[in-house]
């Protein structure tokens, strides 16, 4: 067991149900009268600490109907001068204090016309174009095969009850194919053309590293993009970080929105899936 792992345990006597990553823009997941305990990543020393403005890097317990959730309020990056394998430790940390589910959220960029700005997109699946994977060099043999399968990454079992759950919120969601480059400049307009032609649907800089050591562990995890703009090339706009915190704070309500209907709602199942 990580030693973020017991501070945690220590300091909240608590084992959270599910877990939540917060991506960039979003920033207001409990309400404060839902806060049971905040814990800054600078006292857990697992975790890498997030450099970049829009997370805020702090561990924060609280409740979301009869549900104990822990959620990650910012996360880090391989563009932040990381160590790839960094990125694991938070993610079995969330393994070894009793979660069931990970719920990862992201920014990202469209590849498709017909999903702009201010979309959500549940992940179906990924293609990880950034030259790196968190689980290279010696494998943890405590938390998972040196091999692992990702045929079932972003698990159907709770995606399709996410489905559900936004159907029922008359919330339209899409699902698409999240692809991940290191970062940290934009791609370029001939890098998103070769991702729309081999199957992409949305593009981004996280997730796929959280998703791949949660997958490793046993962890079952789902994924939301919160669409901010159309990619490289296809606006005429300038891409900018600034424009992708503006889109995602718009965006904000309503992927919170259902994912708190999402945590009250889904059935977990200890048996499902990869677990």
Partial sequence: MHTSSKVFLDQTKTNPDIAVILGSGLTNFFEPQNIIKEISYTDLRDFPQPTVKGHAGKLVLGEIGQRKVVCMYGRSH???????????????VLKDIGCKLLIVTNAAGSLDETMPAGSLMAITDHINWSGFNPLIGKNDEEY???????SDGYH???????????????????????CMYSGPNFETPAEINALRVIGGNA?????????????????????????????????????????????????????????????????????????
Avoid: W
């Fill in 203 to 275: 593009v981004g800089m996280s997730t796929v590293p959280e998703v791949i050591v949660a997958n490793h562990c046993s962890l079952p995890v789902i994924a939301i993009s919160v669409i901010t703009n159309l990619a490289a090339g296809m606006n005429k706009t300038k891409l900018s970080h600034q424009e992708t915190l503006e889109n995602a704070s718009l965006a904000e309500k309503n992927i919170l929105q259902l994912i708190k209907n999402y945590i009250n709602e889904v059935e977990l199942n200890d048996s499902s899936g990869n677990n």
């Fill in 144 to 150: 998972g095969p040196r091999f692992h399968d990702m």
């Fill in 156 to 178: 159907k079992f709770y995606r399709d009850q996410l489905l559900s759950t936004a159907k029922k919120l008359n919330q339209k969601i899409y699902e698409g194919i999240y």
């Fill in 78 to 92: 391989i563009y932040e001068g990381h160590e790839p394998q960094s990125l694991a430790k938070p993610i079995r």
